[in-house]
């Protein structure tokens, strides 16, 4: 069964297995504890809880929102390791932009290298790749709707593909700063994978943001509500 799931501004426990558990993240959120802004998403959710032992499997941006994963228990966090090693666990995610692409659709792919400021680039080179899909689509007069399948896990991966393919985040600090926005429009919007022989979907509409909530993005979101039936291309090994 599908969960498809609303957003709001509170960090909420969307789904609770014996585990592990699915969390909504709103955006503008750290994920780790900020010494001068206080408790990042990981200790709010054990403290508001009540979670003696918890352990993140993987982890979002401060800008972007959505689904995250939580094991309960090390025994568990090793296997979702493992499920992310194999790519076995398909996340999507959806962003907008105001920028023209080079290209509406295909593999962005890469190795990246840091850059300036916390920043990333993404090089022609191909020893390590950051590997990510994309499908785009018009949503409204200069704005594209971008869906994104990453198939590796590098840190501001989608952020740095979008940005080389001249269609940086709108709201983007890093990448687009010139863009004024109330959030980085990044969302973690759909998670699949099985876990002890067990399939589980989960889709998170975004809410929260008034570029995300026009009547033409959440149109062509609703038919993006079944990501993995998309026909993404195969890609070579």
Do not use: C
């Not at 990448?175 to 876990?195: D, K, N, V």
């Amino acid at each position: 069964m599908i969960k498809i799931l609303l957003e709001d501004n509170n960090i909420r426990i969307i789904d609770e297995q014996s585990d592990f558990i699915i969390v909504m993240k709103p955006p503008n959120i750290s994920f780790h504890d900020e010494d001068i802004l206080g408790s990042g998403l990981f200790s709010k959710i054990k403290s508001q809880h009540g979670f003696t032992e918890l352990y993140p499997v993987h982890r979002l941006d401060k800008i972007t929102s959505g689904l995250i994963i939580f094991a309960k228990n090390k025994a568990t966090a090793t296997a979702f390791q493992q499920l992310f090693e194999q790519h076995k666990i398909e996340k999507y995610y959806l962003a907008l932009s105001d920028k023209k692409p080079t290209k509406k659709q295909g593999l962005i792919k890469g190795d990246m290298v840091k850059s300036r400021r916390s920043m990333w680039k993404l090089l022609r080179s191909q020893e390590n790749p950051a590997i990510s899909q994309f499908f785009s689509y018009t949503v409204d007069e200069g704005k594209r709707l971008f869906i994104i399948k990453p198939h590796s896990g590098k840190t501001h991966q989608i952020r740095v593909a979008l940005s080389s393919i001249g269609s940086p985040i709108i709201g983007d600090p890093n990448y687009y700063p010139t863009s004024r926005a109330e959030r980085g429009y990044l969302h973690a919007f759909a998670l699949q994978f099985t876990l002890n022989d067990t399939l589980y979907s989960y889709v998170n509409p975004p809410t929260i943001g008034g570029e995300f909530i026009n009547t033409a993005v959440m149109r062509q979101i609703d038919n993006l509500l079944t990501p993995w039936q998309l026909p993404w291309p195969k890609i070579a090994k």
